[in-house]
């Protein structure tokens, strides 16, 4: 055989070949893959109204699609396995997976297609859904609760804790449909809630529903079991909650814990679900997703319902364990928390009384008085310090040159740039003239610090509160707050103010017990309350001071104006020189002067260590004679403390006895 015809063979054969191989592969697996990848894509989607199927009508197969996912409130990734063709019959795995709270749930069901002409069409059962459902069958997700982390104060002292509780509302089960209005009304008066508005939502629950009206953490002599026993359909469950000692217990500093409103499950990103709980405000909301824990879940089929009296059966399809939350440290002595809300109770005004340890920094008590109105005035409040920032101003002159003894000039008042600054009512006439600082200072003479500004610049105010640890970053606080705002340039009339604790200088009484804790300590103290290094890592621990209100031109920041946006203030890492265990005691010895011989003689009656004090009476706004708040600072041992009173008046009349009573009591 010649070349030629061997070639034209060898060709022919491989033709033949070729298209032999063409006529097996053209078994209908290209339409199957592409039936099973749609359908996958389909039930992805919650949507097969527009494939071929079989056993069902496609609409009533899309009906119940969409039925039995319903309760699991999200969308599968849903893809398909390999086909195994079997004549008409092609069979593949479809692969689940379901992203159900903070667990995932997969699974593979098994899907048949069914080639009728030139299509494929499912054969649908419920079981495609997922293995083992039934007809009639729909899935819903029940969440098991995690156990909510615990808040710790001081020694481990539970704070935040798991405490009985009474859910007093209206259980429908045990009212008659037409007297379930009148019932609300009626349970909605004696719990002092909005009739209309709760009556409102027992008649949109289902028939089955326990509607809750108030959680109780005790009867009171108004809201007895008895009396609500007695309104037809008025329940009361004994449950627990998380909860502090008292209902008013450090609320605007912890936050509290409750069930997640719309807002917070909307803006969780799928963290949170209809009746999860979870913190609002304070350290709850901080560290919610530290204290939460993972809720665990558990998917169930439920079976449609079947004649009365026939047992239903419930089947669980996936579990996943719940992991706890976890414990959350602070510093908060649980004694002296108590005791400063206890002497703020009687306040009207927004008040607040913070106290520190200098030594360590430690936030043992930041209590806001009930006149806050649930903001957080003791460390986010932003206030016009007034006198006690003659602190920072003696520290400012002593880095000039003087001394506890220097001589200054205290005029009955002084004019600057045309504006007059006097001293309080009531100043000492044998305290005027050329007095010593010790002096001035314990008196508390505007007029001889204001005489300062001419060799004390804008600049080195604002180094000396950095070096009294005011104004500078807080890393290990572990909480928002406002840790004061000195402006490093002023001039004339602005700078004068600043001498005396106004213009735009701004504490907050977190900022102004530092200050007093840094010259008890002798060094500048950083104030710490969240203690665990992993929860200040995995959060936004720190200093936030757009987490406060904006300050007014009264130099204040009222609960009002709370939910106000505010720029950040600028803060300094503090690099500044720090002040000295010399210049410690120097304001020391000028602060025990302002009990021994200033206007808090009444501090010296305080048992213990000597106490030594400033006060200070900040004006603000346009009123003749001004507005005032009240302020007063101490040092008592190793115990610092602030106490305020927005629009107050004087420091000494009003802050001075809560602070007297405070130190007397907390021994």
């Not at 592969?25 to 199957?32: H, K, L, Q, T, Y």
């Not at 109204?49 to 069902?56: H, I, N, T």
């Not at 009444?602 to 900040?618: D, I, N, Q, R, W």
Request: net charge negative.
């Amino acid at each position: 055989m010649g070349k030629l015809k061997k070639h034209r063979l060898v060709v022919g054969l491989v033709s033949l070949v070729m298209a032999g191989s063409l006529t097996a592969c053209d078994d209908g697996r290209a339409g199957a893959e592409q039936a099973a990848k749609q359908l996958a894509s389909s039930l992805a989607a919650l949507d097969v109204g527009q494939l071929a199927v079989e056993g069902k009508d496609a609409a009533a197969a899309n009906d119940q699609l969409k039925t039995v996912f319903e309760g699991l409130d999200a969308k599968p990734e849903v893809a398909s396995g390999d086909v195994k063709l079997d004549g008409d019959t092609a069979t593949f795995p479809l692969n689940y997976s379901w992203n159900i709270g903070s667990a995932k749930w997969e699974y593979s069901s098994e899907a048949s297609l069914k080639k009728s002409g030139d299509k494929w069409a499912v054969q649908w059962t419920p079981a495609l859904l997922a293995p083992e459902l039934a007809e009639g069958e729909t899935l819903s997700v029940k969440t098991v609760p995690a156990q909510r982390g615990q808040i710790l104060g001081a020694g481990d002292a539970p704070i935040v804790e798991d405490r009985p509780v009474f859910r007093v509302g209206i259980d429908k089960t045990k009212v008659p449909a037409e007297q379930a209005d009148a019932s609300a009304r009626a349970l909605a008066t004696l719990l002092g809630l909005d009739a209309g508005e709760y009556a409102n939502q027992v008649a949109a629950s289902g028939p089955q529903a326990f509607v809750e009206g108030i959680v109780l953490r005790a009867y009171t002599a108004e809201i007895t079991e008895a009396k609500i026993e007695a309104i037809p359909g008025g329940s009361s469950i004994l449950d627990s909650m998380a909860l502090a000692p008292t209902r008013t217990f450090a609320r605007a500093l912890l936050g509290s814990v409750g069930q997640a409103s719309a807002e917070q499950i909307e803006n969780s990103n799928g963290a949170l679900r209809a009746g999860d709980t979870t913190g609002t405000g304070g350290l709850q909301q901080k560290y919610d997703s530290l204290l939460r824990g993972k809720d665990g879940v558990e998917v169930l089929a439920t079976p449609e319902e079947k004649s009365e009296g026939e047992t239903l059966g419930t089947k669980v399809f996936f579990s996943s364990l719940p992991s706890p939350g976890t414990t959350l440290k602070t510093t908060l002595d649980l004694k002296l928390q108590q005791l400063a809300e206890e002497t703020l109770a009687g306040v009207g005004p927004a008040s607040a009384i913070v106290a520190l340890k200098p030594s360590t920094g430690a936030v043992l008590a930041a209590a806001s008085g009930p006149g806050s109105n649930g903001y957080n005035t003791a460390l986010l409040g932003q206030y016009a310090p007034g006198s006690t920032f003659k602190i920072v101003d003696s520290l400012a002159m002593f880095r000039n040159g003087a001394t506890p003894d220097s001589k200054v000039e205290c005029p009955s008042t002084l004019t600057v740039d045309g504006r007059t600054f006097k001293n309080a009512e009531g100043y000492p006439e044998g305290s005027l003239g050329s007095v010593a600082l010790r002096d001035a200072f314990a008196h508390s003479c505007n007029t001889a610090f204001i005489n300062a500004r001419d060799t004390v610049s804008q600049d080195q105010l604002e180094s000396a509160a950095q070096a009294l640890g005011v104004a500078v970053e807080a890393p290990k606080l572990g909480a928002d707050a406002f840790l004061g705002s000195v402006p490093g340039a002023a001039e004339g009339t602005e700078h004068a103010a600043s001498m005396i604790g106004q213009g735009k200088v701004l504490f907050s009484p977190l900022s102004a017990a530092v200050m007093a804790a840094s010259v008890a300590n002798g060094a500048p103290v950083s104030p710490q309350l969240v203690l665990n290094p992993d929860a200040a890592q995995n959060t936004d621990a720190g200093q936030n001071p757009s987490a406060g209100a904006t300050p007014s031109e009264s130099g204040g920041a009222s609960p009002s104006s709370a939910s106000a946006a505010v720029s950040a203030v600028p803060v300094s890492p503090g690099s500044t020189k720090p002040i000295t265990k010399e210049e410690a005691a120097a304001l020391s010895d000028m602060m025990r002067a302002v009990v021994t011989s200033g206007h808090a003689g009444f501090l010296a009656e305080v048992p213990g260590t000597p106490v030594g004090a400033k006060t200070g009476t900040a004006e603000f706004g346009n009123d003749n004679p001004p507005k005032t708040h009240a302020w007063i600072v101490a040092t008592h041992g190793d115990l610092a403390v602030a106490v305020f009173v927005e629009e107050g008046g004087l420091g000494a009349t009003t802050s001075g006895p809560l602070l007297k009573s405070f130190l007397t009591a907390a021994g």
